[in-house]
């Protein structure tokens, strides 16, 4: 059958299973979005190509499937970017569909011309520039196929809007994925999987380590397991919140620079750590000398480059994180509790819980905020964040009891992520609350998407933790730069609640505490919009505990007292 090279693109999409793309139309694209027409496709019209990438990687993280979005050329692409290099650092599948001029002007500085594939090397796992309408079939395949597979992450495919608006004899056909350099890790190392039997089954201190590796890998019954059929106490990274039910008796919490005061302890007098689906980041680990001193450390992760490279690994184990866990699991049987090690743990979490003041100032304390979301929905909801204080909060405040339960820009740090993250989010996951747990800066970034949770209906509810500065800059100035506090005063801001109301949402101001549960209740009652409550809070609120950039674990500033 004759077919444009737009029309194979998305018959190919819905062969892979891509049923929603998020995107933003222009020039180059217009024969994609021509075939889109007709298409059973849903497509979610953002209002900012940075923000169709968001909630294309929003929806990945909520359903652990690929996300797919699509930009025009030139600045269309370009504004994926920060999207782009935000799923790249947090290994999430990510297909970027770009728009490109004709293949006879590539090169000639054309109208909206940007060498895309070019810009986005170094932060995607690899990318296209599709010069044949005859290799979009094979192309989408590979795109998807490279996304998912292995360590996840962002594919770019740049089509020229000649190639897709060619017509060709086109034949459904089983395409092979083939790609000589690359192949999908199957299998792990058993000797060193029985190595790491045996450290686990002699050790006195253990600590499972546990990163977002464990979610992308589906791993969170076998993590659970091992932990339960040891009793061996888990910590995680911001990425892997959820990987370990929050409520359970053996989770520590977060570990590293905002983590808690007994996972980080818990660290230092470990004698075997079990670091699974984690790349030693530097705000997990602090000073590299003093970071686990007297461990000796098992690292599995589905990357081989990861391992060795920030810290020194005794049983390195390269494989699917849930495949390794499941051959660990059944080399252990169930044994009592480390009634030792535990009770070194309960008094650290006695004297050192999670706590914080009361606002000077007559505000709301945004720690409990954050603890009065989780009353409300008891961990049953996908909560995203923005970057900075809020994003901090809502790790150390939230019990994340789910995977996949938690999005947020871990290693790039995006303020402007949280609002379309969660529109992404909603659609892939309607059936549970989403709540942003956001700032005042960061939400002013990406605002403009509040136009399209309101054209698709969506009862998103954004939480602004207001306290009129730009919380984490204006921390770090208080502790490391004498209080000068440089540019970082946001007081000067928009009326949040009117703003929603411009937009079509709901939108309400808690000034009180005592205002805040029935503000939250009637947020989580509204189910055909998004509702912004903008919340006024302790303006020099602090994220504690801290340990100071490239200070040990050991040594917290905060957190110890009210």
């Known amino acids: 059958m004759q077919l444009k090279g737009a029309e194979i693109l998305l018959r190919c999409l819905q062969e892979e299973g891509v049923d929603t793309v998020f995107g933003y139309p222009g020039g180059a694209v217009l024969p994609i979005y021509d075939a889109l027409f007709e298409s059973s496709i849903r497509h979610i019209l953002g209002r900012h190509e940075q923000g169709v990438a968001h909630a294309a990687d929003g929806y990945a993280r909520a359903t652990g499937r690929v996300g797919v979005c699509i930009a025009t050329s030139g600045p269309g692409a370009t504004n994926l970017v920060t999207g782009i290099a935000t799923a790249y650092m947090d290994s999430i599948p990510l297909v970027c569909f770009t728009g490109q001029v004709g293949t006879p002007l590539i090169g000639r500085d054309a109208f909206q011309e940007a060498d895309i594939t070019g810009i986005t090397m170094p932060i995607t796992k690899h990318n296209y520039l599709v010069e044949r309408t005859e290799d979009v079939a094979r192309t989408v395949k590979e795109a998807i196929y490279v996304a998912s597979t292995n360590r996840p992450g962002p594919v770019v495919v740049d089509l020229p809007k000649d190639v897709m608006e060619r017509s060709i004899d086109y034949k459904p056909e089983e395409v092979e994925v083939n790609l000589r350099g690359y192949r999908v890790l199957k299998g792990y190392n058993s000797g060193q999987v029985i190595s790491a039997v045996e450290l686990i089954k002699n050790a006195k201190r253990p600590v499972i380590y546990a990163g977002g590796g464990v979610i992308s890998s589906n791993a969170a019954a076998e993590l659970t397991e091992l932990a339960q059929k040891r009793k061996i106490p888990v910590t995680t990274t911001l990425m892997g919140m959820g990987a370990f039910p929050g409520n359970n008796y053996l989770n520590l919490g977060m570990l590293g620079m905002h983590g808690t005061r007994y996972a980080n302890y818990a660290i230092g007098e470990s004698d075997l750590l079990i670091a699974v689906g984690v790349r030693f980041d530097d705000r997990v680990t602090g000073n590299i000398a003093t970071f686990a001193p007297h461990a000796r450390v098992i690292h599995i992760d589905i990357d081989a480059a990861e391992i060795g490279k920030n810290v020194d ?34 008094r650290w979490k006695k004297e050192f819980p999670m706590r914080y003041g009361t606002s000077s100032e007559g505000r709301i304390m945004p720690q409990n905020v954050v603890e009065k979301i989780y009353d409300l929905t008891r961990g049953n909801a996908i909560i995203t964040t923005e970057v900075g204080q809020n994003q901090m909060w809502a790790a150390q405040h939230y019990k994340f009891e789910h995977p996949r339960t938690f999005l947020t820009s871990g290693g790039l740090g995006t303020m402007g992520y949280g609002l379309p993250a969660a529109i992404g989010a909603k659609i892939g996951r309607p059936d549970l609350p989403v709540i942003d747990i956001a700032g005042d800066g960061s939400i002013q970034m990406n605002i403009q998407e509040l136009a399209t949770a309101v054209q698709y209906q969506l009862p998103i509810i954004v939480c602004i933790l207001n306290n009129q500065f730009l919380g984490m800059v204006r921390q770090w100035q208080g502790l490391f730069y004498g209080g000068r506090y440089s540019y970082t005063d946001m007081s000067h801001q928009p009326d949040f609640v ?65």
């Open 313 to 346: 690994v005794h049983v390195p184990i390269v494989g699917q994180v849930k495949e390794v866990l499941q051959g660990i699991n059944q080399g252990l049987e169930e044994v009592a509790e480390y009634w030792e090690w535990h009770q070194t743990i309960d």
């Open 498 to 562: 009117k703003l929603a109301e411009a937009f079509g949402a709901i939108g309400l101001r808690v000034s009180q505490e005592g205002e805040l549960n029935q503000a939250l209740e009637q947020a989580l009652q509204v189910t055909d919009r998004p509702v912004v409550l903008d919340i006024m809070v302790e303006r020099e609120a602090d994220v504690y505990p801290m340990v100071p950039p490239g200070g040990s674990l050991s040594h917290m500033l905060g957190g110890d007292e009210i």
